[in-house]
């Protein structure tokens, strides 16, 4: 018999703390003597260090440190994949936002003097800020010793070449998506100590405290044992927080000077430093019959990456693996470059990649409708995929019927149908346009990447402690895992309490990325959740002289055939614990299921997939080039809600945040320099920017998933933008292959059918 916890209203998980304001971030945390630290960043985007002085740094009074790349015991770099990005930069600097020294001192104003103090003197280099310009041989690498394209992920499908033979119609198109800022609240910071044991203790505003802790341990060449990360309240990270920041950088200073150490960036050091949504050129073209069936696609990606790694290759692969988006292609030709430049790093941000090529694949379907004289509608639901289905990048389609119940239902919803009796031309100077998208979007790591491990414990009196790694950032993953485990251990949810990211406490669930937690630490939680399960039954069974097999748990009680008997579950938890059965469990998952794939190396594109469907309505100013959102529709399929109000809040933030992405955000970059570093200048949507949105939420189960959920967060804000350029376009009565779409850029497009 179910709890009843699941998909149903709850509070959530610490509501009381962070509506209280009693919640503690980093910005919160002091200790006794601690120091503050700051980096000293580079003056230019390409460089060669000719002369770094800190001996008068160091004289400076309130000075307690001042490390350069020569103080640093084991490691310099950071390390995603490749270990390419030095912590603090010796001969040369890539990018403005290569660190050079790091200082510690008793208070901000020494703090500040002392990075006054370091001398640097710098001889400018020719730097190269243009991806396919860096992509032409000769060039000179970027990053001495590498080469400029970082990866070249590929996939051949088909036959691309008798699939265009075989179209009636074939659409090419360039697309581009700008720079994008993640803009939490909450800039990156850490705070480290040394523990009366010995141990370096560092709170971080992390995505991935167990992978800090490792690259901790590296830089500061100590075992890991001998680190603890703790990852208090995080306000906000969208990605860009699964990169180690200045925890290391923390670290060291602690280990220099044996103090604590608090390290928080400025806004507008953040901006300036941390990584961001990649731009991505891409080239798309689409053949098609006559009918509107799909007969091959050839996509070409290049992804600016900065000069430094990162994820670069894992986003440009992961982009590459959904290029095909939500459809049934027989044919393609896909290849998707990661570049270095001498520009900001690229790195992980909400989507992964899927945003940028959903832009375009969607942008392609309504050009194709638009040839063929189809409804946009009807061309999606005729080339939509299917269950089973192997998709160009080597991975099965489990299940599909969400891409044609998420269309039908968002149309539905928007009256798509009736679009036609609504003035398109409200005023002389207005146009209306609808603009429809359906997105496709993989969750978790990867092929062989992905598994959790966490641990419950039931006490007694029948209440539960639930340790988990996984950061909650605001997307609510402590209230979706506390939800499944009071479910499945038949107890409120006010019994479970939820103890987060800490390496000395918890178990590996992996980061915080690609909208798996809810997905494999889900799944972790029903595994430990079975063990204690089994013992309670068993009791049961003993006290009840009733066969376990019949007996369920539920609100707080035990129940035989729907009838409730006289047993407490805290009266079960006792009898258990002396009867010496287990009631603490380590679960742990591995994302394991059949696959098939095409033959080549692929670990970006396989997990369980979810789909999305959105439609806007706009009003387009054709004298000044404003944008005027009238409504978003979004349905998005969760395979089965778990945290009620967590699910349809990320579905409303990504329809709000995809605003941004589409009309408004862009981070001007000039020679690797950006020009808009604040948020004053940096144009995120506020809440009267918000869209009126109307949202949907979809349960087709997920094999695989707990409880048949799979993840929202990042696949919800993949349909918004494509949602728009498609309905500004159809209000001008011309194509857009660019965002954001500003108001110059729109009397631009409108000019240019003149």
């Known amino acids: 018999m179910a709890n009843d916890v699941i998909g149903v209203p709850v509070p959530a998980v610490q509501y009381e703390q962070l509506l209280s304001g009693s919640a503690r971030y980093i910005n919160d945390l002091k200790m006794p003597g601690m120091l503050v630290g700051k980096l000293l960043y580079s003056a230019y985007p390409c460089a060669r260090i000719t002369n770094l002085d800190v001996e008068a740094a160091r004289a400076l009074p309130g000075v307690e440190a001042v490390l350069i790349h020569a103080d640093i015991p084991g490691e310099n770099s950071y390390l995603y994949h490749e270990a390419d ?106 705070l480290s100590y040394f523990d009366l044991e010995g141990t370096l203790v560092v709170y971080a505003s992390n995505q991935a405290p167990n992978r800090d802790r490792m690259q901790i341990a590296r830089s500061l060449a100590i075992p890991e044992h001998r680190v603890r990360v703790i990852t208090p309240f995080v306000g906000g990270a969208f990605g860009a927080k699964d990169e180690v920041t200045v925890q290391i950088h923390c670290a060291l200073l602690t280990q220099a000077t044996g103090k604590p150490v608090r390290l928080i960036r400025t806004r507008e050091e953040s901006i300036l430093t941390h990584v961001k949504r990649h731009p991505i050129i891409v080239n798309y073209c689409m053949g098609a019959t006559q009918e509107g069936k799909i007969t091959a696609i050839k996509v070409e990606l290049v992804g600016d990456t900065g000069p430094y790694e990162n994820a670069g290759r894992f986003i440009l692969g992961f ?99 009736l679009r036609g009796e609504i003035e398109r031309q409200p005023a002389p100077n207005l146009r209306r346009g609808w603009g429809i998208s359906s997105t496709w979007f993989v969750i978790g790591l990867g092929r062989g990447q992905d598994n959790s491990g966490v641990i419950l414990e039931m006490a007694t009196d029948g209440s539960v402690i639930l340790r988990t790694s996984a950061v909650d950032m605001g997307q609510g993953v402590f209230t979706a895992l506390a939800v499944m485990a009071a479910e499945n251990l038949g107890v409120d949810l006010e019994s479970i309490r939820v103890i987060g990211p800490d390496t000395d406490r918890t178990l590996d669930s992996g980061p915080s990325v690609a909208s798996r937690q809810t997905f494999v630490s889900g799944n972790a939680v029903l595994n430990a959740a079975a063990v204690i399960r089994k013992s309670l039954l068993e009791t049961a069974s003993e006290e009840s002289g009733l066969p376990a097999d019949i007996l369920s748990l539920r609100g707080g009680g035990v129940y035989a055939e729907g009838e409730r008997l006289s047993l407490s579950i805290p009266d079960l ?117 918000a869209p009126e949105t ?28 494509p949602a728009l350029l498609n309905a500004v376009s159809d209000a001008i009565g011309v194509r857009m292959y660019q965002i954001p779409m500003t108001p110059e850029r729109v009397l631009a497009a409108i000019e240019s059918k003149k």
């Not at 005729?382 to 269309?407: D, F, H, M, T, W």
């Not at 809600?641 to 809040?649: D, F, Q, R, S």
């Not at 949907?696 to 929202?712: D, K, M, T």
């Open 85 to 190: 990005q030095p912590l603090l930069a010796s001969e040369r600097v890539n990018y403005l936002g290569d660190a050079i020294a790091a200082v510690a001192a008793v208070d901000e104003e020494a703090a500040q003097a002392a990075l006054e103090a370091v001398q640097v003197d710098y001889e400018p280099l020719p730097g190269v800020f243009d991806p396919l310009e860096a992509m032409k041989p000769g060039i000179t690498p970027v990053l001495p010793g590498y080469e400029n394209i970082i990866s070249h992920t590929e996939f051949d499908f088909g036959d691309v070449e008798a699939g265009f033979a075989a179209a009636d119609v074939i659409v090419e198109n360039t697309y581009f998506t700008p720079w994008i800022e993640h803009a939490y609240l909450e800039p990156e910071g850490a």
């Open 319 to 417: 982009a590459a693996s959904v290029a095909s988006g939500p459809y049934s292609v027989p044919n393609a030709r896909i290849d998707s470059y990661a570049v270095r430049t001498n520009n900001p790093i690229g790195g992980a941000m909400r989507g992964f990649g899927a945003p940028q090529v959903c832009l375009a694949y969607e942008g392609q379907m309504d050009t194709l409708a638009e040839k063929l004289g189809i409804d946009p509608l009807e061309l999606r639901l005729l080339n939509a995929v299917s269950s089973g289905q192997v998709v160009p990048s080597g991975g099965i389609i489990r299940e599909a019927g969400a891409v044609k119940a998420g269309l039908k239902e968002a149309t539905s919803l928007a009256g798509w149908e």
């Open 694 to 721: 109307v949202t949907r939420l979809l349960e087709i189960p997920e094999p695989y998933g707990p409880h048949g959920a799979v993840g929202i967060g990042e696949p919800s804000l993949t349909s918004t933008a």
């Open 573 to 689: 938890a006792a009898k258990a614990t002396f009867a010496n059965r287990p009631m603490h469990a380590d679960g742990f998952y591995a994302m394991e299921f059949p696959q098939e794939f095409s033959g080549q190396e692929n670990y970006f594109g396989v997990g369980p997939s979810a789909f999305g469907s959105q439609v806007a309505q706009v009003l387009v100013d054709i004298e000044t080039g404003e944008v005027t959102i009238e409504q978003i529709v979004a349905v998005q399929n969760v395979g089965r809600i778990i945290n009620y109000g967590g699910a349809y809040g990320q579905l409303v933030g990504a329809c709000t945040m995809g605003t941004g992405y589409a009309i408004t955000e862009e981070l001007n970059v000039e020679g690797g320099r950006i020009l808009n570093d604040s948020l004053e200048s940096y144009l995120i949507p506020t809440s009267l920017d």
